[in-house]
T-cell receptor
């Protein structure tokens, strides 16, 4: 059974800092991995999707990497802003016909002024 | 981009009431829709997967008679919480995708509070 863990569970940084969020998964047989953002009381916004054959994806100040063999992914946020404050979730999709996403426990990020 | 609309955003009702939540894909045809439940400060837990025109597949531990799912068209799925009780209070989120190899797009969720 796939298990997805995110560290740290919560993080507070001052504005302008670069930061890294970590995601680890136990089964490396994945189809893709996705990073989401969730604001309080809201649904999920997809940030980056990395296919299993890719090593990284970039979008603006965000960069996500994937090391499938070690079961790890990182989300790098450059020059953090207060608007980045949210919960960040990673989710893995397995290979095969069972295409259900397994979500991590999330990292609650607060960027202070 | 692909938009998923979920309605209502918030429901407060008395114990014993049945509540229906709608999930619509606005600009694409959703062959598959997913329903999740999220408790405070916890991650999303998949409840069921539904394919258009087929019966939903429920995850282990999810009562199919309690949580009725209908996916009658390629743009609409509904989740009905029957005879809701306080322990059913949670945040329910739907997602949809247009094909097996396509990413899931999520709605904004429904906050259900049962008094």
């Amino acid at each position: 059974k796939q298990e997805v863990t995110q560290i740290p569970a919560a993080l507070s940084v001052p504005e302008g800092e670069n930061l890294v969020l970590n995601c680890s998964f136990t089964d490396s047989a994945i189809y893709n991995l996705q990073w989401f953002r969730q604001d309080p009381g809201k649904g999920l916004t997809s940030l980056l999707l990395i296919q299993s054959s890719q090593r990284e994806q970039t979008s603006g100040r965000l960069n996500a990497s994937l090391d499938k063999s070690s079961g790890r992914s990182t989300l790098y946020i450059a020059a953090s802003q207060p608007g980045d404050s949210a919960t960040y979730l990673c989710a893995v999709r397995p290979t095969g016909t069972a295409s259900k996403l397994t979500f991590g426990t999330g990292t609650r990020l607060q960027v202070t002024l | 981009g692909a938009v998923v609309s979920q309605h209502p955003s918030r429901v407060i009702c008395k114990s014993g009431t049945s509540v229906k939540i709608e999930c619509r894909s606005l600009d694409f045809q959703a062959t598959t829709m997913f329903w999740y439940r999220q408790f405070p400060k916890q991650s999303l837990m998949l409840m069921a997967t539904s394919n258009e025109g087929s019966k939903a597949t429920y995850e282990q531990g999810v009562e199919k008679d309690k949580f009725l799912i209908n996916h009658a068209s390629l743009t609409l799925s509904t989740l009905t919480v029957t005879s809701a009780h306080p322990e059913d209070s949670s945040f329910y989120i739907c997602s949809a995708r247009s094909g097996f190899n396509q990413p899931q797009h999520f709605g904004d969720g429904t906050r259900l509070s049962i008094l």
